[in-house]
């Protein structure tokens, strides 16, 4: 639910929306509204060569390009901190980000690890859209299961992707909420998978900063759009003394307090959110 309000915006925006919301860890800003398709068992994570192939030309060819395209010319887009990645240029790792773009946060993670492959861990719904969905799968989208059934294959394409030296991309926080400069709490469920596989973690916080003002008329649409500047942290190992539960927490929470100390370098506000408080009856 929201609403926008018409003002200025003690930032630096002259115009934001406020989203209300209730639940940090459910609620979800994305829009998308689909039928979402099954994956269980049934599903299939792994392809031929030709299917392969294909894949490569799309994700090198074409996604890349855009990628970097897209995130520079909207976004200004800056990364700080990516050169903690080149050590580990022929291993397979885990890297968390806070998800507050669409389609950003699927083109982002392809600027970060350039020029390693990445994979991203995502909702079913996107790959649910009919006709795209082989072109997402073959751009990188990997749909965690719906049923339990689906699990085994999952994890399996996760490992091969990891043993190919390939980077697997998780949003901790699951839900987009676009333009939020905090840091929304999250679990520890999804760092067992770093923990299962003894890989490193990096995390990245996307902070968004406000533009100078230009003289030019024609550039003002485009001043409305804050910039973005990403940091890369890491790397986090897994604890090998502890039990997987444990292991995972320290994980989360080593992501989480580096995520949170650089969202502070954020210094506009595009979108306010205002918690709905409900009252015990």
């Avoid at 200004?76 to 397979?92: A, N, T, W």
């Avoid at 390939?166 to 679990?187: D, L």
Wanted: glycine share 6%; net charge positive.
């Amino acid at each position: 639910m929201y609403k926008k309000e018409i003002g200025v915006n003690n930032i630096t925006m002259k115009y934001k929306d406020i989203y209300y919301y209730r639940d940090e860890l459910k609620d979800e800003f994305s829009g998308v509204n689909r039928k979402t398709i099954t994956v269980d068992g049934n599903y299939r994570y792994s392809h031929g060569c030709l299917w392969k192939a294909t894949s490569w030309v799309l994700y090198r060819l074409i996604m890349t390009p855009v990628a970097f395209a897209y995130m520079k010319l909207h976004f200004s887009l800056r990364i700080i901190g990516r050169e903690k990645l080149k050590g580990h240029g022929g291993e397979g790792y885990f890297l968390y980000g806070n998800h507050t773009q669409m389609p950003g946060d699927g083109y982002m993670p392809t600027c970060i690890t350039f020029p390693k492959r990445d994979v991203v861990v995502v909702h079913p719904d996107n790959v649910s859209l009919p006709g795209t969905r082989t072109f997402m799968e073959m751009i990188g989208a990997l749909p965690i299961p719906n049923r339990v059934s689906g699990m085994g294959a999952f994890l399996r394409e996760m490992q091969h992707s990891l043993n190919k030296g390939r980077c697997v991309v998780i949003y901790p926080e699951a839900h987009i909420w676009p333009y939020y400069t905090g840091i929304r709490p999250f679990t520890e469920s999804s760092f067992r998978y770093p923990v299962l596989y003894n890989r490193p973690v990096f995390c990245f916080t996307v902070t968004y900063q406000e533009r100078k003002k230009s003289p030019l008329r024609l550039m003002r649409r485009k001043e409305r759009e804050p910039m973005i500047t990403v940091y890369v942290d890491g790397p986090f190992y897994p604890d090998v003394h502890e039990n997987e539960r444990q292991a995972a927490k320290i994980l989360r929470n080593q992501v989480y307090e580096a995520m949170v100390r650089r969202s502070a370098h954020s210094d506009c506000e595009k979108i306010r959110y205002v918690r709905i408080e409900t009252k015990n009856r």
